[in-house]
T-cell receptor, first 113, second 112 residues
Framework: GAGVSQSPRYKVAKRGQDVALRCDPI?????LFWYQQALGQGPEFLTY????????KSGLPSDRFFAERPEGSVSTLKIQRTQQEDSAVYLC???????????FGSGTQLSVL | DAKTTQPTSMDCAEGRAANLPCNHS???????VYWYRQIHSQGPQYIIH???NNETNEMASLIITEDRKSSTLILPHATLRDTAVYYC?????????????FGGGTRLMVKP
């Protein structure tokens, strides 16, 4: 498909478990963003990549959250030792360099029990 | 980025125009107004953006007041599929990481 692809669509984790969420951006989009959306709230910025460089990680809530994009394409958001408060939808978005609009995936819904 | 204020929710009859207001009284001269919407269980979708002139595309029209302190998103003929949360966002244009700061948005319910 031509859109941003995220997997898995749903993830259930036990508290303390590590999880990895994958994002496949649109081909040719060098900018990639991760957002976290709690139930009933707007998305909140987590981190931003331009190609493989992580230029902004100011939104990551703790050092348990780690994101990477080693080859400037696919990105992975990793959460270590998950807590119940990590339960949310994690959205990935990409854009062209200098582009003014973001293209979002459908997100991964993470539930931590 | 400037803060925006939107009504929490609105209703609209199917086939009628939906007018969604947004207040951004602290907007700066180099900040654009963006609108995104989020249909249930999907990621946000770009609708339209503008700086100071009114804009129209295949999805909607954006009317920005002359002082730029408020704007209105117009869906000319709302359908049931337009039921969604609509976010008004103000941010500096250009390549500033294109980061968007979402608020709570307006939950638009289109009714038959």
């Amino acid at each position: 498909g031509a859109g941003v692809s995220q997997s898995p669509r749903y993830k259930v984790a036990k508290r303390g478990q590590d999880v990895a969420l994958r994002c496949d951006p649109i081909s040719g989009h060098v900018s990639l963003f991760w957002y976290q959306q709690a139930l009933g709230q707007g998305p909140e910025f987590l981190t931003y990549f331009q190609n493989e460089a992580q230029l902004d990680k100011s939104g990551l809530p703790s050092d348990r959250f780690f994101a990477e994009r080693p080859e400037g394409s696919v990105s992975t958001l990793k959460i270590q030792r998950t807590q119940q408060e990590d339960s949310a939808v994690y959205l990935c978005a990409s854009s062209l360099p200098g582009g003014k609009k973001l293209f979002f995936g459908s997100g991964t819904q993470l539930s931590v029990l | 980025d400037a803060k925006t204020t939107q009504p929490t929710s609105m209703d609209c009859a199917e086939g009628r125009a939906a007018n969604l207001p947004c207040n951004h009284s602290t907007i700066s001269g180099n900040e654009y107004v963006y609108w995104y919407r989020q249909i249930h269980s999907q990621g946000p979708q770009y609708i339209i953006h503008g700086l100071k002139n009114n804009e129209t595309n295949e999805m909607a029209s954006l009317i920005i007041t002359e002082d730029r302190k408020s704007s209105t998103l117009i869906l000319p003929h709302a359908t049931l599929r337009d039921t969604a949360v609509y976010y008004c966002i103000v941010r500096v244009g250009g390549n500033a990481g294109n980061m968007l700061t979402f608020g709570g948005g307006t939950r638009l319910m289109v009714k038959p």
